[in-house]
């Protein structure tokens, strides 16, 4: 009874060691890669939701979560799902960004065959889900103010004040209140996305793949600011 006892411990903590180690190799291997790809359609998605397609302000969307049902499974399922999931993520990266010398000349074969190896960010947290809500609610009161050009998109991913002339003087406290929330939900959405992902160091670049994204999905006519900060009319 003492060596069942024993060996059982031992296949427990052997789990756990092997679990650690995998984690270790994950994240030395995950944090040479930032998948700009997988962010620029994850930016794309969300900007849509907020914005529509052509400006205006879309429903709000339904939160989709599976917290419950993988918290109901037992600590070996969860154990081995973990380990797969490393596996997966590993075996992700390294067929992301393999070297050079073993790829060889690039095919357009391969190169579509490690997109598909890409996984895609995980945007559904509840965190993140609340935060799009929030904007998506703003957006309506904001867009005169884009389409009026008193308003635009920053280099830096935020909303900038433009030409506050262009609106009624009344109207000035209330547009700085709305863009100060709208800064304030952007800044935790790029934060919000690197977290739930693993990798809080991401938030820079996730911040500055969305810049770029806001300003390629912005309808005709509205104002943003260049790499120089100049002003310019889409």
Same mark, same amino acid.
């Given at each position: 009874? !003492?060596? %069942?006892?024993?060996n059982? #411990?031992?296949?427990?903590k052997?789990?756990? %060691?092997?679990?650690s180690? %995998?984690?270790?190799?994950?994240?030395?291997?995950?944090?040479r890669y930032?998948?700009?790809t997988?962010?620029?359609?994850?930016a &794309?998605?969300?900007?849509?939701?907020?914005?529509?397609?052509?400006?205006q302000?879309?429903a709000?969307?339904?939160r989709?979560? +599976?917290?419950?049902?993988?918290?109901s499974?037992s600590?070996?399922?969860?154990?081995?799902?973990?380990?797969?999931?490393?596996?997966?993520?590993?075996?992700?990266?390294?067929h992301?960004a393999?070297?050079?010398s073993?790829?060889?000349?690039?095919?357009? !074969?391969? /190169?579509?065959?490690?997109r598909s190896?890409?996984p895609?960010?995980?945007i559904?947290?509840?965190?993140?889900?609340?935060?799009?809500?929030?904007?998506?609610?703003? +957006?309506? @009161?904001? #867009?005169? +103010?884009?389409?009026? *050009?008193?308003?635009?998109y920053?280099?830096?991913?935020?909303?900038v004040v433009? &030409?506050l002339?262009?609106?009624?003087?009344?109207? !000035?406290r209330e #547009?700085e209140?709305?863009i100060?929330?709208?800064n304030?939900? @952007?800044?935790?959405l790029y934060?919000?996305? /690197?977290?739930?992902? *693993?990798y809080?160091?991401?938030? /820079?670049?996730?911040?500055?793949?969305?810049?770029? @994204?806001?300003?390629a999905?912005?309808?005709?006519g509205w104002y943003?600011q260049? @790499?120089? *900060?100049i002003?310019?009319k889409?």
């Open positions: 009874m !003492h060596t %069942l006892k024993i059982k #411990l031992a296949g427990r052997s789990i756990t %060691l092997v679990i180690a %995998l984690l270790t190799i994950s994240c030395t291997t995950n944090k930032f998948p700009a997988s962010t620029e359609r994850a &794309d998605r969300i900007i849509e939701q907020i914005i529509g397609e052509d400006g302000a879309s709000p969307s339904e989709t979560r +599976h917290d419950d049902k993988y918290l499974w600590p070996d399922k969860q154990a081995v799902q973990i380990v797969i999931a490393i596996l997966g993520m590993i075996s992700a990266e390294t992301a393999p070297p050079a073993i790829l060889g000349p690039p095919t357009l !074969h391969r /190169a579509t065959q490690n190896r890409v895609e960010l995980d559904s947290s509840p965190a993140v889900t609340e935060i799009l809500s929030s904007m998506q609610q703003r +957006h309506g @009161r904001l #867009l005169k +103010h884009y389409k009026s *050009g008193a308003i635009g920053g280099s830096d991913g935020f909303v433009r &030409d002339g262009i609106i009624n003087v009344k109207q !000035h #547009l209140q709305l100060a929330e709208e304030r939900d @952007r800044d935790e934060r919000e996305i /690197a977290v739930a992902n *693993g809080p160091e991401w938030q /820079a670049q996730v911040r500055d793949t969305f810049s770029r @994204r806001w300003v999905k912005a309808p005709p943003y260049n @790499r120089s *900060g002003w310019e889409k």
